[in-house]
């Protein structure tokens, strides 16, 4: 019997694995893949995620992996004004200078191999149920990589399996909620022109209220796409990739899509959005990463929040099982941690969102940027948290763009 069984070892799932270990828990990771594989995303990793890096002592190996070092952030208009945030970290050195975009296929499988070294793994083990002793969680049922049912004993189940997660729809949490979930596409390229260390992010007409984004992926490859809430697609009469054709094949950037060629069809996925709390714990299990909604909803991004669940799951986990207490009152403190960590800043990335479907005020804020130095080092404190960001979604900062 394990302590933990963890499901799904994506960057929550791996994260998790090393967090415990360190901890001296005996867990065993779980993933119905085989690494390297895929997995569909922008590929950027935040400063938050290049933090916890850090903290897993990581970060010296995660400099050494295929892809590109980012040292700022291009922000692009509707009107096609744009400006340069630089990453600079903050006074207290902190805050990371410099963050990566790195294929997903070889960031995880770098995450996971770390994982492996010191956590029983299992590849190919796809799980179907949720076993029960009486009323309380004993494992997973599921198939193994030969085809062969087994039955994997633990009090403690960690479901990091994805927006679709098994372990969520098995025990209840389940829930397509279209208010709160985007859709975006990603395609690789080669050949696009003006790539260099920055990662853009374009709020054009085309795709309005979503983004479309222009990250180097290292080797002369760019990740593209675009992302918009699940309702706006819904009602748009474009395909996503109509949308994302539309937006290369523009007047705007149609010359640095001149030689470009893509490297595969367009590929979609769902984003379960950070823009409420939900209810990720119960008797004996805890929801991480994209199974719990974390993703930040102006971003787009949540491999550095499922790192934040990682950690205070494994302590949560040791505490339950220390005091022999694996029961939803002994894990709501897994819930009451997270938030604490990552509610304010979701939901400030709520309240962006929601100005994002504005034009005008897009434009306002990047056209003066473009022109203002003061107004650009204003964002960029707000980016690397010298600034509280939540000033983001303030009047004030509305003022203080006009009269800078």
């Known amino acids: 019997m394990y302590d933990v069984i963890i499901v799904g070892a994506g960057p929550a799932g791996s994260a998790a694995a090393l967090y415990a270990h360190r901890l001296g828990l005996n867990c065993i990771l779980l993933d119905k893949a085989v690494f390297p594989r895929d997995k569909i995303c922008g590929d950027a990793l935040s400063g938050k995620s290049v933090r916890l890096m850090r903290e897993l002592d990581l970060l010296d190996g995660l400099e050494q992996l295929e892809g590109s070092e980012i040292n700022r952030i291009t922000f692009g208009s509707p009107s096609h004004s744009q400006f340069d945030v630089y990453l600079k970290g903050n006074k207290n050195n902190d805050h990371i200078k410099k963050g990566y975009v790195i294929p997903r296929k070889i960031f995880d499988n770098f995450l996971f191999e770390k994982a492996d070294k010191v956590t029983e793994t299992r590849q190919g083990f796809t799980v179907s149920d949720i076993v029960y002793q009486g009323n309380a969680i004993s ?86 796409g675009i992302g918009l809430s699940k309702n706006d697609a819904k009602k748009d009469d474009r395909t996503l990739r109509q949308i994302m054709d539309e937006i290369v094949q523009s007047d705007y950037f149609r010359s640095r899509f001149g030689n470009a060629h893509p490297l595969e069809k367009p590929v ?137």
């Open 139 to 224: 494992g997973v049922r599921g198939t193994n990589n030969e085809g062969h049912e087994e039955i994997l004993e633990a009090p403690i189940i960690m479901g990091c399996d994805g927006a679709n997660s098994i372990v969520a729809r098995k025990l209840g949490l389940y829930e397509m909620d279209m208010e709160n979930t985007a859709v975006a596409i990603r395609c690789y390229y080669e050949g696009v022109e003006g790539l260099s260390d920055q990662i853009e992010l374009h709020y054009v007409d085309e795709v309005k209220p979503g983004y479309f984004w222009l990250f180097p992926a290292g080797e002369g490859k760019a990740n593209i």
């Open 268 to 404: 979609g996925w769902n984003l379960p959005l950070g823009r409420i709390q939900r209810k990720n714990h119960g008797d004996g299990f805890m929801l991480l990463g994209d199974a719990a909604g974390l993703v930040d909803p102006f971003t787009g991004e949540g491999i550095g929040n499922a790192m934040v669940a990682a950690k205070f799951a494994a302590q949560v986990a040791l505490k339950a099982k220390n005091n022999g207490d694996v029961s939803e009152k002994a894990f709501k403190e897994y819930d009451q941690l997270v938030w604490n960590e990552l509610g304010g800043e979701l939901r400030t990335s709520t309240k962006l969102q929601s100005l994002a479907r504005s034009s005008f005020l897009l434009n306002f804020v990047i056209d003066r940027a473009a022109r203002n130095e003061e107004v650009q080092d204003i964002i960029s404190g707000m980016l690397s948290n010298e600034i509280p960001k939540d000033e983001l979604s303030s009047p004030m900062f509305y003022l203080k763009i006009l009269f800078s």
